[in-house]
Each structure stands twice: as C-alpha cells, then as structure tokens.
C-alpha cells in the first residue's frame, strides 16, 4: 500500500525544503497539520526528540522504533505503513478516521529530515525484536 500522492509530495516537499534551508516552511507545516489532522504536531513533537531509531540488519532488512510520548516503544514499517501501536490499530485500521498514526509520520518526517537515530544489529537481533512484537501483541 501507498500514501495518496498529495501525502507522499508534501513528504518530498519536507526534504527537499530540509535539504535546503535545514528548516521546514510553515506553509509546509500547514500542509502536514491539513492531510494528517491531529497526528501533525505529536509527531514533529516526536522528531524533535530525536525518539525515531532506524534498526538496520546486515541483509539490508530495516524496521523503526518510535519512542512514543508515554515512554513505550513501538515498531513501525514504513514499507507497509503499519505501526504497533494501539491508536494504529484503532484510527486507521478499524475507524478510517486517520492515514497514520503519530509514530509512523514521525518516522516519514524523520526520514526526510535526517532525524533519525541508527543503530546496527545482528539477524538475530532484528528476529528477537520481531517476535517481541508478537508475544506483545499477541
């Protein structure tokens, strides 16, 4: 799945206007704050904490970690838009009611603003994080 293409221009528009000046227009802002309502600012919040970590495997498989306001970690896959995160399941999947939630966009805006934190591990410890996930959820 994809983001409707007025989301993912206003995303290239972020990072290049990033790239540029190392800041984001306000017309921008309005822009994120009109296609993504309320999850906008929590999420620039969340880039302005640094709380976005990109995990990265030896093979090139990539997942993200959002350090959410409530200090619970989630995982989030930008390849699929998806995010653990209870408001995830309930905004966007069940009620529709939103594109994403706070920590997906934060991972997105992250991305384009060069905010996000690195950290390398093994296989093994990208396997053990995943199925962290599932007994989470399961």
């Known amino acids: 799945s994809t983001l409707p293409a007025v989301a993912?221009?206003?995303?290239?528009?972020?990072?290049?206007?990033?790239?540029?000046?190392?800041?984001?227009?306000?017309?921008?802002?309005?822009?994120?704050?009109?296609?993504?309502?309320?999850?906008?600012?929590?999420?620039?919040?969340?880039v302005d904490q640094r709380s976005v970590t990109r995990v990265r495997a030896p093979s090139g498989r990539t997942l993200y970690q959002v350090l959410g306001s409530s200090g619970k970690l989630y995982t989030c896959y930008s390849s699929c838009h998806f995010c653990?995160?209870?408001?995830?399941?309930?905004?966007?999947?069940?009620?529709?009611?939103?594109?994403?939630?706070?920590?997906?966009?934060?991972?997105?805006?992250?991305?384009?603003?060069?905010?996000?934190q690195e950290l390398p591990v093994s296989e093994e410890q990208l396997t053990n994080i995943l199925l962290a996930e599932e007994e989470d959820e399961g």
Not at 24 to 42: C, M, Q, T
Not at 98 to 105: D, E, G
């Open 84 to 116: 653990t995160c209870p408001a995830f399941g309930f905004s966007v999947l069940q009620k529709s009611e939103s594109l994403l939630c706070k920590h997906i966009l934060a991972v997105y805006l992250s991305q384009a603003t060069g905010a996000c």
């Open 8 to 46: 993912e221009e206003l995303l290239r528009e972020i990072r290049k206007a990033f790239q540029e000046t190392s800041q984001v227009p306000d017309e921008l802002l309005l822009g994120l704050k009109f296609i993504f309502g309320p999850s906008a600012v929590p999420a620039l919040d969340l």
